[in-house]
């Protein structure tokens, strides 16, 4: 079954197999998107406190993305080098390359949850809770750590299982827990009346039987690279490369996590607990701008990596330009949605009619240049499904270390409208940030082809 998947990864038509893949792939990011989309569709619409209740579960995101930052950290790194050592055809370094980063993910999944549970109430308060907000913050933060190594095994692994073109099985994965967390939320948070407890536990519940579903994919007989217990043993040179290479999507997403400190608390001084409401709501339509597109990157990975590994120049080049002729037209399409009718976004998170109107006034500045978020993600993962960590990790750094977090704090200096301004901090970032990426990935991607057509 693998040889026949591995022979259409090299010989099958590029926009027939980026369909195939991608589409489960993107299935799987909108479904994961469910996770915290319901929850926060319900928590905004508790009786009374449905919108302080939303804030606070908003300042929870820093260290909802921080754990699947250090999810990504290993598996973003780990499952392209698999796909690359499989195109190679060293199907025992593959393998051993899974048993790493399992064992991996545990030590970290051992060590976050001991940090988060142990400092809690003083992070939560620097990441902008408030006297109102910190109550329901502890309450949701709390359990959801509790979960963090069925999140780390889930997210994690999951990439192994889309790198060997089992696409359908990597969305199954996502489904389940997707689906079992609608159905859990209603029951946890208003027919149990646990409130934010109550969406908490839902969603670390879907996280764990997703988990030992993937947990055990791994382990039959369909998975051609499975995980053993003779490879889960620590071995640097097998597992340094692949954390070098997750450095950048790891960096993109922690320094999310940042961002949303950031945010929160440079609004909470502008704008108190509204600002803070309508940053939850903004940064979750954000997310659901990104994760298609990285379902987009993932589906295209392994026709990238696969080729790459067997120096076929022609296939990687035209797998890129498919995706990124995609991710051009999601962007565009997501622009024009959220530039026409920011009040059904708005609509979607809380029933409270001031948030709404608060919101929809600040989603058209903060997405202004979404319209591009395309050409960045496909020329950012291409860096990384080839192996370039260096560069994939500054482009990582560029736009949210060295431009959007300075610009939040020096933008308010220059206008009066301080709320305004730190919203626009994220349309001028993405606009510098992705003139630069075009730049150095038409310099280094013509470098690469070049090697790939000398070597092969």
């Known amino acids: 079954m693998q040889q026949d998947k591995n022979t259409q990864l090299a010989t099958q038509s590029i926009g027939k197999l980026l369909f195939k893949l991608s589409i489960p792939a993107v299935t799987a990011q909108l479904i994961n998107m469910l996770y915290n989309m319901v929850d926060r569709m319900y928590i905004g619409r508790i009786p009374d406190v449905g919108a302080l209740a939303l804030t606070g579960m908003g300042v929870c995101m820093p260290v909802i993305l921080l754990i699947s930052a250090f999810a990504a950290l290993?598996?973003?790194?780990?499952?392209?080098?698999?796909?690359i050592k499989m195109g190679e055809e060293n199907h025992e370094e593959a393998e051993r390359i899974l048993g790493n980063c399992t064992s991996t993910l545990l030590a970290i999944s051992l060590v976050l949850t001991v940090v988060f549970l142990t400092f809690a109430e003083p992070l939560l308060l620097l990441f902008g809770a408030?006297?109102?907000?910190?109550?329901?913050?502890?309450?949701?933060?709390?359990?959801?750590?509790?979960g963090t190594v069925f999140v780390q095994l889930a997210l994690g692994l999951n990439a192994f299982i889309t790198a060997q073109g089992f696409a359908v099985t990597s969305m199954l994965t996502v489904l389940i827990g997707a689906v079992l967390n609608i159905v859990l939320d209603p029951i946890?948070?208003?027919?149990?009346?646990?409130?934010?407890?109550?969406?908490?536990?839902?969603?670390?519940?879907?996280?764990?039987?997703?988990?030992?579903?993937?947990?055990?994919?791994?382990?039959?007989?369909?998975?051609?690279?499975?995980?053993?217990?003779?490879?889960?043993?620590?071995?640097?040179?097998?597992?340094l490369p692949c954390l070098a290479l997750g450095s950048a999507p790891f960096i993109m997403q922690a320094t999310e996590s940042i961002l949303m400190i950031t945010f929160n608390t440079s609004l909470q001084k502008y704008g108190g607990d509204m600002a803070v409401g309508a940053m939850t709501i903004l940064s979750t339509v954000m997310q659901f701008a990104l994760l298609p597109l990285m379902g987009l990157s993932q589906g295209a990975q392994p026709i990238i990596s696969?080729?790459?590994?067997?120096?076929?120049?022609?296939?990687?080049?035209?797998a890129f330009i498919a995706l990124l002729k995609v991710s051009i037209l999601f962007s565009v399409c997501l622009w024009l949605a959220v530039q026409l009718f920011p009040q059904i976004f708005a609509n979607i998170f809380t029933s409270d009619t001031v948030l709404v109107a608060y919101t929809a006034q600040y989603l058209r500045i903060y997405m202004a240049t979404s319209v591009v978020m395309g050409v960045q993600l496909a020329c950012q993962q291409t860096f990384i499904a080839i192996g370039n960590a260096k560069t994939s990790l500054f482009l990582?750094?560029?736009?949210?270390?060295?431009?959007?977090?300075?610009?939040?704090?020096?933008?308010?200096?220059?206008?009066?409208?301080?709320?305004?301004?730190?919203?626009?901090?994220?349309?001028v970032t993405d606009f510098i940030a992705v003139t630069v990426t075009v730049i150095l990935f038409a310099l280094q991607f013509r470098k690469a082809l070049r090697g790939m057509r000398a070597s092969a």
């Open 74 to 83: 290993v598996s973003m790194g780990g499952a392209p080098r698999a796909s």
């Open 130 to 146: 408030s006297a109102d907000t910190i109550g329901f913050a502890l309450d949701y933060m709390r359990i959801y750590v509790m």
């Open 188 to 239: 946890f948070i208003f027919a149990f009346d646990m409130g934010v407890k109550g969406a908490a536990l839902a969603t670390v519940i879907s996280q764990a039987v997703s988990a030992v579903w993937v947990v055990r994919f791994l382990r039959g007989k369909k998975s051609t690279l499975r995980l053993h217990l003779k490879n889960m043993k620590p071995d640097l040179p097998v597992i």
């Open 306 to 318: 696969y080729n790459y590994g067997a120096k076929n120049a022609e296939r990687v080049k035209a």
């Open 396 to 427: 990582a750094l560029l736009r949210k270390v060295f431009l959007l977090i300075p610009l939040i704090y020096m933008i308010p200096v220059w206008m009066a409208d301080k709320v305004t301004a730190v919203f626009l901090a994220e349309p």
